[in-house]
């Protein structure tokens, strides 16, 4: 059974840190790896997908890397901003018949300025 | 585009009770999905559709009843309301069957069984 695995569980920085945001997944056959926005009481925006043959995207002061050998993905956010405070969750898309994302519970971001 | 909507965004219900939430979205995407989402436990996948008029389960459906009469609303339904569905219940949606598009969510509904 796949579990995703977000370490820590929350963060505070302060403004303009440089911090990077960890998922572990145990089963490598995943079609994709997807990193979700979660502002409280809101639904999810999709920050970044990487296919499984990617090793990184990048948007704006978001980096996203995947390897799959080690069953590991990393958010990087640049120049933290208080605005980025949300919870982070990451996603994997099993590969398979049936359809499905598996979450990790999220690391909760505070940036403070 | 308004996206992705749900109705209702709150809800009290008293065990046993009926009701449907419905989620509509005018992106004219195939794929549309169930999901809750507790603390501590993140988000479980109820059932999806891949289509107009289909439906699947998914992690947790037990309790729970979908339909997919009309491509852009997937309505989700609880027959006797449990305590243990007291839950924020998100709907989203994907464009193709590749995998390889996002979903997107909605704002959520968040209902409180009694």
Not at chain 1, 24 to 32: E, V
Not at chain 2, 1 to 10: C, I
Not at chain 2, 79 to 96: D, G, H, I, K, L
Request: contains cysteine.
């Amino acid at each position: 059974k796949q579990e995703v695995t977000q370490i820590p569980a929350a963060l505070s920085v302060p403004e303009g840190e440089n911090l990077v945001l960890n998922c572990s997944f145990t089963d490598s056959a995943i079609y994709n790896l997807q990193w979700f926005r979660q502002d409280p009481g809101k639904g999810l925006t999709s920050l970044l997908l990487i296919q499984s043959s990617q090793r990184e995207q990048t948007s704006g002061r978001l980096n996203a890397s995947l390897d799959k050998s080690s069953g590991r993905s990393t958010l990087y956010i640049a120049a933290s901003q208080p605005g980025d405070s949300a919870t982070y969750l990451c996603a994997a898309n099993l590969r398979g018949g049936s359809e499905k994302l598996v979450f990790g519970k999220g690391t909760k971001l505070t940036v403070n300025p | 585009n308004a996206g992705v909507t749900q109705t209702p965004k709150f809800r009290v219900l008293k065990t046993g009770q009926s009701m449907t939430l419905l989620c509509a979205q005018d992106m004219n995407h195939e794929y549309m999905y169930w999901y809750r989402q507790d603390p501590g436990m993140g988000l479980r996948l109820i059932h999806y559709s891949v289509g107009e008029g289909t439906t699947a389960k998914g992690e947790v459906p037990d309790g729970y009843n979908v339909s997919r009469l009309k491509k852009q609303n997937f309505l989700l339904g609880l027959e006797s309301a449990a305590p243990s569905q007291t839950s924020v219940y998100f709907c989203a949606s994907r464009e193709s069957g590749t995998r390889a598009d996002t979903q997107y969510f909605g704002p959520g509904t968040r209902l409180t069984v009694l």
